[in-house]
């Protein structure tokens, strides 16, 4: 597509269910980021993929945060056991290549918006 | 541990107006800085992003500037419009694209 695209968009969930977050991002973009936007804690770096190498992961928060990325391509966040401090908006961003040095522009999606309730 | 400090918080002028956003970086080891947009309840828009060589990117009436040394950016909005109305974050990019944010500052132009 194209942009980044995020499912779904609007979730509420009960505490102590699980939730699955989509993320398609730009066709062709190798590298997937996962950030949290909460109230009062800005934005925040959970996983990272780049192509086939293993995923940093040292952003998430807890072990019922995980994340995987199938075919180099969609990326689910799953969070298990959901508390009402996981309410936020989960963002995906998606780059041609590793957005450091190489400087690629980094684009994010529209977010999920994950209220536990 | 970087941190990112983005001055004013928020921001309020008339249309027109020429105005300056500032962001500030603890670590000067950054490949890069990118500013953003975010509107209310959608996501981030890229504006403009400044390599570490760099020293300013121009996009429209948008311009960014970088001091990596002084660890300080810049974010310059000539001849401000309602439109123009947002929330600008800055974020630095210390190692493949794990961005480190700032608060925002929140942008109103009233016409």
């Known amino acids: 597509g194209a942009g980044v695209s995020q499912s779904p968009s609007n979730k509420v969930t009960e505490k102590g269910k699980d939730v699955e977050l989509r993320c398609d991002p730009i066709s062709g973009h190798t590298a997937l980021y996962w950030y949290r936007q909460s109230l009062g804690q800005g934005l925040e770096f959970l996983i990272y993929?780049?192509?086939?190498?293993?995923?940093?992961k040292s952003g998430l928060p807890s072990d019922r945060f995980s994340a995987e990325r199938t075919g180099g391509s969609v990326s689910t966040l799953t969070i298990q056991r959901t508390q009402q401090e996981d309410s936020a908006v989960y963002l995906c961003?998606?780059?041609?290549?590793?957005?450091?040095?190489?400087?690629?522009?980094?684009?994010f999606g529209e977010g999920s918006w994950l209220t536990v309730v | 541990k970087q941190e990112v400090t983005q001055i004013p918080a928020a921001l309020s002028v008339p249309e027109g107006e020429n105005l300056v956003l500032n962001c500030s970086f603890t670590?000067?080891?950054?490949?890069?800085l990118q500013w953003f947009r975010q509107d209310p309840g959608k996501g981030l828009t890229s504006l403009l992003l400044?390599?570490?060589?760099?020293r300013e990117q121009t996009s429209g009436r948008l311009n960014a500037s970088l001091d990596k040394s002084s660890g300080r950016s810049t974010l310059y909005i000539a001849a401000s419009q309602p439109g123009d109305s947002a929330t600008y974050l800055c974020?630095?990019?210390?190692?493949?694209?794990?961005?480190?944010f700032g608060q925002g500052t929140i942008l109103t132009v009233h016409p």
């Open positions: 400044i390599q570490s060589s760099q």
């Open positions: 670590d000067s080891a950054i490949y890069n």
């Open positions: 961003a998606s780059s041609l290549g590793p957005g450091g040095h190489s400087g690629n522009t980094i684009y």
């Open positions: 974020a630095v990019n210390g190692s493949y694209g794990k961005l480190t």
């Open positions: 993929f780049q192509g086939n190498s293993a995923p940093d």
